[in-house]
């Protein structure tokens, strides 16, 4: 009998179904934002500020009367694209890394290892923050702040799975054969390091972001108008008690989208067996 696609199998469980709906409903949601918003996320209104929800505005207005349901759909293709994009490049320039410190060893992966852990030591909202303030406010530098911060975690997994993985029967058997290191490395040990490191990197695209919202809560993120869910709780915040639907649902749309994120990658940890294979590791 054929076993399933480790996907399929996430899939087939209770939590990572839900999970998974969740996230394509919210993918589908930002990628279609510019047609499923009712009203421009930049379209303002003064007669109608901190409106609560109603039958045309189904989430609410905030304080310049723009619609709180089209900016939180909007909200996501910001949010999303920047967390995804900048865990996208961590993971691949951690696998290019790690690979090559696990493969080689020497100086190169004693020099690479040592600025890892140097950055490892510090949590990443710190690093962020100071590569933000270097960079300056904006997308690009968010997303290039976020990229970095979680460039250690992926270098480290990857050197981990290939320093395990080299010493395998095939691969010494791949070396004897005069295959050259290229080979050894794209052909071999990467695609076979490379599920841990995805589930990985999925459970980090959560809290990158949680940290793509603290970034703009704090206005580093997205400048106006560009909706950002963590921009959003910001201006919401001095309308707690006037209007609170202007913080609180774009807060629980990150924490929603964070907590189905680490579900389905759980669902995809136990229909991959990744624990018992790092155990084993």
């Not at 839900?18 to 930002?30: S, T």
């Not at 909200?75 to 410190?101: M, Q």
């Not at 980090?204 to 921009?231: N, R």
């Not at 919401?236 to 579900?263: C, E, H, K, M, R």
């Amino acid at each position: 009998m054929t076993r399933r696609p480790a996907l399929l199998s996430a899939l087939s469980t209770v939590k990572g179904g839900i999970a998974g709906l969740y996230l394509m409903l919210l993918v589908a949601g930002a990628v279609f934002a510019p047609w499923l918003a009712p009203y421009p996320y930049d379209q303002q209104e003064l007669s109608i500020v901190n409106q609560p929800p109603s039958a045309e505005h189904l989430l609410g207005t905030d304080e310049l009367g723009r619609d709180v349901l089209s900016r939180i759909l909007n909200g996501a293709r910001t949010s999303l694209s920047v967390s995804v994009t900048a865990i996208g490049v961590s993971v691949l320039l951690g696998l290019v890394l790690g690979a090559a410190c696990g493969y080689f060893g020497g100086a190169f992966d004693r020099a690479v290892m040592v600025a890892v852990d140097l950055t490892w030591s510090f949590p990443e909202i710190l690093i962020a923050l100071i590569l933000v303030a270097i960079i300056g406010p904006g997308l690009q530098g968010v997303l290039l702040a976020i990229a970095i911060a979680y460039l250690a975690q992926f270098t480290r997994l990857t050197r981990t799975q290939v320093l395990s993985l080299k010493s395998e029967t095939y691969v010494e058997a791949t070396v004897n054969l005069g295959a050259g290191h290229a080979h050894v490395l794209f052909a071999h040990l990467l695609p076979n390091a490379l599920a841990p490191v995805l589930v990985a990197a999925m459970l980090a695209t959560g809290d990158a972001i949680i940290l793509e919202a603290t970034l703009g809560f704090f206005g580093l993120g997205a400048q106006p108008p560009t909706p950002s869910w963590g921009a959003m709780m910001s201006a919401g915040s001095a309308q707690l008690f006037i209007a609170p639907w202007v913080i609180l649902l774009p807060g629980l749309a990150v924490a929603l989208t964070v907590v189905f994120l680490n579900l389905f990658g759980d669902a995809l940890i136990a229909a991959l067996d990744i624990r018992t294979r790092l155990r084993e590791a």
